[in-house]
């Protein structure tokens, strides 16, 4: 009797266990497969699910997403656009100022004046196969002025803008964000109020220089030539070369966007709105650019790289062999009696004497 009594208490013990390890076993189970059912809820739902709690974590989202669309609301401010209180392609304009115009400007313009140093050096200049002494005249005084008048604003205008457009990558590492800051204030103020004389020079200097510089036929042979700097003799050129045609047309085309862009900067409220005035300082910095790229050709080639080019614009006259190698064509008309526009005739004439020392 007690041996039966003793089977029957191990029995119901190794049930219980059993039962318990099962429990456990199922217990687990369950556990594991709880966070699946996740996978049940349909997408639209989940979704849903998360914009109720959005929402309802952040009672403004919504009145936000509006305002980031560039929707109008209002504003008791009358005037374009101050009912739009956030323009998302601001942050378009942003990238596109301070990453194309900026960095392929840096490189544009580093590029010509490394080639033009290396030229130097290399070639030291277009030298002329030995002066005459005779004189040439070439531009009057009215020309001089308006050259040197639009010369000196445009380079007060290229120091001003440049440095507005590259102080963040340039100056402020050296100068300071303080130092920096204050010159901003000085090259805004400068450049704005210069940029309407400067306007002014350059449209009666395209105007009275247009018929020096329409093109003709045998301007392509001295593109195709190089205009004789790189050899191979001295290519038909007029009174202006086909680079200095090339430059007056960049004044044109170039200048006339930098001019305009310029005007809607200078004057926001023509009925701009913010789109219009981002698009203006793209265009105004890229075409701002182009023309102070042509502008360092046109420095040298007048100066250091030409020699007696520089003469023309000081007194107004040249030596006639520099018409000779630099406008062969010009020249053979101030021989017939054709050519010059100066008031003071074509005839080549001598240069003065030296004062002879006692």
């Known amino acids: ?68 669309r560039g929707n109008a609301g209002y504003s008791a401010v009358k005037g374009q656009e101050t009912d739009v209180l956030i323009q998302s392609e601001g942050q378009t304009w942003r990238e596109l100022r301070d990453g194309p115009v900026l960095h392929l400007g840096l490189w544009g313009v580093g590029s010509i004046l490394v080639v033009l140093a290396i030229y130097h050096l290399m070639t030291g200049g277009y030298k002329l196969q030995g002066r005459t002494g005779r004189k040439l005249p070439r531009w009057p005084g009215i020309d001089r002025f308006i050259h040197w008048y639009t010369a000196v604003l445009f380079l007060v205008l290229a120091i001003t803008g440049l440095s507005l457009l590259w102080g963040r990558t340039l100056l402020i590492p050296i100068m300071g964000k303080e130092a920096f800051a204050a010159w901003a204030n000085v090259a805004k103020l400068v450049h704005d109020y210069l940029s309407l004389f400067f306007t002014a020079g350059l449209v009666v200097m395209l105007i009275k220089w247009f018929h020096h510089n329409i093109w003709k036929a045998y301007d392509f042979k001295w593109l195709v030539s190089g205009g004789g700097y790189l050899g191979g003799g001295h290519p038909p050129a007029g009174f202006a070369n086909a680079g200095e045609k090339l430059l007056f047309y960049t004044l044109i085309f170039a200048g006339g966007a930098m001019v305009v862009s310029g005007l809607y900067l200078l004057f926001p409220n023509w009925g701009t709105d913010r789109a219009g005035m981002q698009l203006a300082n793209v265009i105004h910095g890229a075409s701002s650019l182009i023309c102070f790229m042509f502008i360092c050709l046109h420095i040298y080639l007048a100066t250091i790289g030409s020699e007696g080019a520089l003469e023309g614009m000081v007194s107004g006259e040249v030596d006639e062999q520099y018409a000779k190698q630099h406008h062969p064509l010009w020249y053979d008309e101030i021989m017939k009696g054709k050519g010059s526009d100066y008031a003071g005739g074509g005839s080549a004439q001598p240069a003065p004497a030296a004062p002879r020392k006692e």
């Open 1 to 68: 009797m007690t041996e039966r009594s003793e089977t029957v208490g191990r029995g119901k013990t190794s049930r219980r266990r059993r039962m318990f390890i099962w429990s456990m076993v199922l217990g687990l189970a369950v556990s594991m497969a709880l966070p699946l059912t996740a996978l049940v809820i349909p997408a639209s739902q989940a979704q849903e699910s998360s914009q109720q709690a959005d929402d309802k974590s952040n009672p403004r989202s919504e009145y936000w997403r509006e305002v980031r």
